[in-house]
């Protein structure tokens, strides 16, 4: 079964910044949007941003735009988000996904960024 | 941004009996390509989503044929035959027709 591999979670106070990364080690990511999707403690989802395969094209949430940063390395089969000016309400598990219009949903086990002092 | 609304908020079932759950949007979500792009996500508890059904009726691989979706314009359902031990959790709508994708605030599903 194939399952992207998310890392980069931590416990970060308001403020600061943080760097997810994004693996894809069962399939070759050149062919693939990729999205980042959270899920707050006990709430549903909310996208954040996506990808093109090519990394020519980015788009954010509202909630997130000017603070976080989608990127890809398609070298390293690796996508990536960078998080800056982190606060409370940023504090959830990370999904990375690809949400194909056809086949081919992949999912990873999340990662869980905390924001506190 | 386009509101994905579902209902119910929750679901109590006894196995073998049939479920359904309801999404509605605020706009209609036809494509210019002429698809409509409605998808359907379960989540068991401790899990990741796993997509059941993409453009509003196709099953993705490995689903279960008791699963099934339908609907058009603004108005979708996704009905489960009969309801196993196994598909308890949240059950998500989601929109990819417009920018920003939008979940619905999902319905969770238990077993009595």
């Known amino acids: 079964e194939v399952q992207l591999v998310e890392s980069g979670g931590a416990l970060v106070q308001p403020g600061g910044s943080l760097r997810l990364s994004c693996a894809a080690p069962?399939?070759?990511?050149?062919?693939?949007?990729v999205h980042w999707v959270r899920q707050s403690p006990g709430k549903g989802l909310v996208w954040v941003s996506g990808?093109?395969?090519?990394?020519?094209?980015?788009f954010y949430a509202d909630a997130v735009k000017g603070r976080f940063t989608i990127s890809r390395d398609n070298a390293k089969n690796t996508v990536y988000l960078r998080m800056n000016s982190l606060r409370a309400e940023d504090t959830a598990i990370y999904y990375c996904?690809?949400?194909?219009w056809g086949l081919g949903d992949y999912w990873g086990q999340g990662t869980l960024v905390t924001v506190s002092s | 941004d386009l509101v994905m609304t579902q209902s119910p908020l929750s679901l109590t079932l006894t196995l073998g009996q049939p479920a359904s759950i309801s999404c509605r949007s605020s706009?209609?979500?036809?494509?210019?390509?002429?698809?409509?792009?409605l998808n359907w996500f379960h989540q068991r508890p401790g899990q990741s989503p796993r997509r059941l059904i993409f453009?509003?009726?196709n099953r993705d691989s490995g689903v279960p044929d008791r699963f099934s979706g339908s609907g058009s314009g603004t108005d979708f359902t996704l009905n489960i035959s009969g309801i196993e031990a196994e598909d308890v959790g949240i059950y998500y709508c989601?929109?990819?027709?417009?920018?920003?994708?939008?979940f619905g605030q999902g319905t969770k599903v238990e077993i009595k």
């Open positions: 989601m929109q990819d027709t417009l920018w920003p994708k939008t």
């Open positions: 706009q209609r979500l036809v494509y210019s390509d002429g698809n409509t792009y």
């Open positions: 453009q509003v009726s």
């Open positions: 069962g399939i070759t990511f050149t062919g693939h949007w």
């Open positions: 990808i093109t395969p090519d990394g020519s094209a980015t």
């Open positions: 996904a690809t949400l194909p």
